[in-house]
């Protein structure tokens, strides 16, 4: 069985490729404000874990709303950040690349507060994975640390902060601003290891 990661070069996929070692990685570039931050975070990970890093890209700014990208949040959208059915898209492109490589299985870094968003829970994964192994290529997918807290994930990782803090969280820019919910976790995820650490 050969396994993959969709790596975004946040603190969950970076914890989780940590931990879990896989075959390969990919990181997307679909148009999201970020991605040159992302891939630099991504790349720096992989190579110094000696795992293949895919890096694809597909512009689909123009479909994008909210802090990712340069649209307004549509009326409909849970919070600032919401891309409509990103997670199902970079799903499907990471499989798309990763079968040519001979994958089996990819998994994903969504946390248990990924749950606010309905792309981000259990039964999202399950649908995706029954659809995946529907199709020629048969691809699971797994999500390790679906039970888990972005903390709780870092701790069973055992990464080091060398390479946990190359992670990018800021969903406005390829530097981080300080003022999204992508940076509030980060900072509050450190504080947390940090207090925790020395308590």
């Known amino acids: 069985m050969s396994k993959g990661i969709l790596l ?66 549509l009326a409909l959208s849970p ?15 990471a499989c798309m690349k990763g079968i040519a490589h001979g994958m089996t299985e990819l998994m994903v870094g969504s946390v248990k507060t990924d749950g606010f968003h309905s792309d981000g829970t259990s039964g999202f994964y399950d649908r995706l994975n029954n659809l995946l192994s529907y199709q020629e290529g048969n691809i699971k997918l797994c999500c390790p640390a679906i039970d888990l807290t972005t903390v709780e994930l870092i701790r069973q990782s055992k990464i080091p902060a060398s390479l946990l803090l190359w992670a990018h969280s800021c969903h ?28």
């Open 79 to 93: 919070s600032p950040e919401w891309w409509p059915y990103r997670n199902q898209l970079l799903i499907t492109l």
């Open 8 to 73: 975004s070069g946040g603190m969950d996929s970076i914890a989780l490729i940590y931990w879990k070692q896989p075959d390969m990685a990919f990181t997307i570039d679909y148009g999201q404000k970020p991605a040159q931050a992302e891939i630099r975070a991504s790349t720096q990970v992989a190579k110094a874990l000696n795992i293949p890093h895919y890096i694809i890209s597909a512009d689909c700014s123009k479909l994008g709303s909210g802090d990712l990208s340069d649209a307004a949040s």
């Open 172 to 199: 406005t820019a390829n530097f981080p601003c300080g003022h999204c919910r992508g940076c509030y976790k980060y900072l509050d995820v450190v504080k947390e290891l940090y207090e925790q650490s020395h308590t």
